[in-house]
Nanobody, 124 residues
Framework: QVQLVESGGGLVQAGGSLRLSCAASGGTFSTYAMGWFRQAPGQEREFVAAMTWTGVRDYSDPAKVRFTISRDYAKNTVYLEMNSLKPEDTAVYFC??????????????????WGQGTQVTVSS
């Protein structure tokens, strides 16, 4: 059973930074994409960033300038460094693992495992 445990969320002032971490267990993930989605109150879940098994990074438009995704393949961990945070970044952030190896899209249904989420709140 795959388990994803996120950490690093919290309350930060606008302009601040946070680093999210997600530790995966219950499998080997080096051949899978891993990434992050977020969901703000009253909004649909949206793609934030992902990193493939080859190290290719993909970002949503809001994330590409201010966020950096990285992975430690040996530790089955994925990180999201978020800088210059804005109130509109407030959301629950979910760690995800691809549904099958050597396959990646941004589509929600192509991620088979989801963490429980970590709250990020950015105050103005």
């Amino acid at each position: 059973q795959v388990q994803l445990v996120e950490s690093g969320g919290g309350l930060v002032q606008a302009g601040g930074s946070l680093r999210l971490s997600c530790a995966a267990s219950g499998g080997t993930f080096s051949t899978y994409a891993m990434g992050w989605f977020r969901q703000a109150p009253g909004q649909e879940r949206e793609f934030v960033a992902a990193m493939t098994w080859t190290g290719v990074r993909d970002y949503s438009d809001p994330a590409k300038v201010r966020f950096t995704i990285s992975r430690d393949y040996a530790k089955n961990t994925v990180y999201l460094e978020m800088n210059s945070l804005k109130p509109e970044d407030t959301a629950v952030y979910f760690c995800v693992v691809g549904a099958r190896p050597y396959y990646y899209t941004r589509t929600t249904t192509d991620f088979g495992s989801w963490g429980q989420g970590t709250q990020v709140t950015v105050s103005s």
